[in-house]
């Protein structure tokens, strides 16, 4: 088995509240000589950067995991990963009709840009991508599995946003392939707060939306290849794979 620093919680500028520096080129440039082996882009609700960053991160020998960051109807943020861009697509058209719409106010809330390589401005989304689906966290990790993604609740430890903040519980029928805790979050503490099973997968990523962040966290796994396949088989322990959370640094 390899070990292979995984960060799959990154947004770029087209995340409302993304550095304008977090372009693609940066964040590919910025993850290699950091360390990262394994990334994840997860902009709210949107796909629409994952293939450029995917593409530089080819080129470069970053495995790029292309997803989003969704607003459930619950105000619950939660991670979907994909394989292929055939279903990040489809989850693409799936985000398009259930995106409650509301006109983004840049001044307000910050610039949502896809860019190219160089940078330049490909497109500006004018529906604020920070609000909520129309549909419920239960009925995301079902289109999410639909599609054979991944499917992760994020930052599950923060009074807003979150599985427990925003539920109060973990709903019994959420199928789930690990849980995110925040940086400064100590797994041993959150597993009894909440009373989270050892048949669980933690995880810790950066949820990096500027250029100082990324990186910093990441989640160790241990299989043997930096595919999907292999990453969901170390999120579920299966054939040996496993993951670790490196100790934090002093």
Request: glycine letters at 6%.
């Amino acid at each position: 088995m390899k070990q292979f620093r995984t960060d799959l919680h990154i947004h770029t500028v087209l995340s409302p509240c993304g550095d304008l520096e977090m372009s693609p080129s940066n964040i590919v440039s910025i993850a290699r000589n950091r360390g990262l082996d394994i990334i994840g882009i997860t902009d709210h609700n949107s796909t629409k950067q994952c293939e450029l960053v995917w593409k530089l991160g080819r080129s470069s020998g970053l495995t790029v995991i292309p997803g989003c960051e969704m607003t459930s109807r619950e105000e619950v943020h939660c991670l979907g990963l994909f394989e292929d861009f055939d279903a990040m697509r489809m989850f693409q058209s799936f985000l398009d009709q259930h995106l409650i719409v509301i006109p983004n106010k840049p001044l307000l809330f910050g610039y949502q840009l896809v860019v190219d390589e160089d940078e330049n401005i490909m497109e500006e989304v004018v529906n604020y991508l920070g609000a909520s689906l129309d549909v419920s966290i239960e009925e995301i990790e079902q289109k999410v599995h639909e599609l054979s993604g991944i499917f992760i609740p994020a930052h599950i430890d923060r009074p807003r946003n979150s599985l427990f903040s925003q539920l109060g519980f973990f709903p019994p029928e959420l199928k789930v392939d690990a849980l995110q805790i925040s940086k400064n979050t100590d797994e041993a503490a959150i597993r009894k707060e909440f009373r989270i099973s050892e048949e669980i997968t933690v995880v810790k990523f950066s949820d990096a939306h500027f250029p100082d962040d990324l990186g910093k966290i990441f989640t160790i796994f241990e299989m043997e290849s930096p595919s999907f396949g292999e990453i969901r088989k170390a999120l579920h322990g299966v054939d040996g794979r496993k993951i670790l959370i490196p100790s934090p640094s002093p």
